[in-house]
């Protein structure tokens, strides 16, 4: 496992978080995986910031790719969001994964206080 980077330290603190969850066609996870790090993730590193994290189903429903983002509020997650549609790399991204892609499920999740709740540094 990685280390916890200043910058995913800081995605684990804010309060909203976007939970996306995209179902991708049949047998075509990997090339999926590979058009997401290489067209996407350059544009969300720079628009978006850090994920909290990228998952893949194990369990459960199937060929399910989950992709967590943090923000201070809504405001922070319109503008954020705002510049990811309107970066001239984006384009190629949606061209590339379109026909991969089978459905998509965006939830906005917020941060509730857990009393006790501690977290460890190690």
Not at 27 to 47: C, D, I, W
């Amino acid at each position: 496992m990685s280390a916890l980077t200043p910058a995913l330290s800081q995605s684990l603190v804010k309060p909203l978080v976007d939970h996306r969850i995209y179902t991708i066609a049949l047998r075509k996870m990997p090339e999926f995986l590979e058009v997401f790090n290489r067209l996407a993730m350059p544009v969300l590193m720079q628009t978006l910031g850090h994920p909290v994290g990228c998952y893949t189903s194990l369990v459960g429903p199937q060929n399910q790719f989950v992709h967590l983002w943090a923000y201070d509020d809504l405001a922070d997650y319109e503008r954020r969001c705002r510049a990811r549609d309107t970066h001239p790399d984006f384009p190629a991204y949606l061209a590339a994964s379109g026909h991969l892609i089978t459905a998509q499920e965006t939830r906005l999740i917020k941060a509730c206080a857990m009393p006790g709740w501690v977290v460890s540094g190690g």
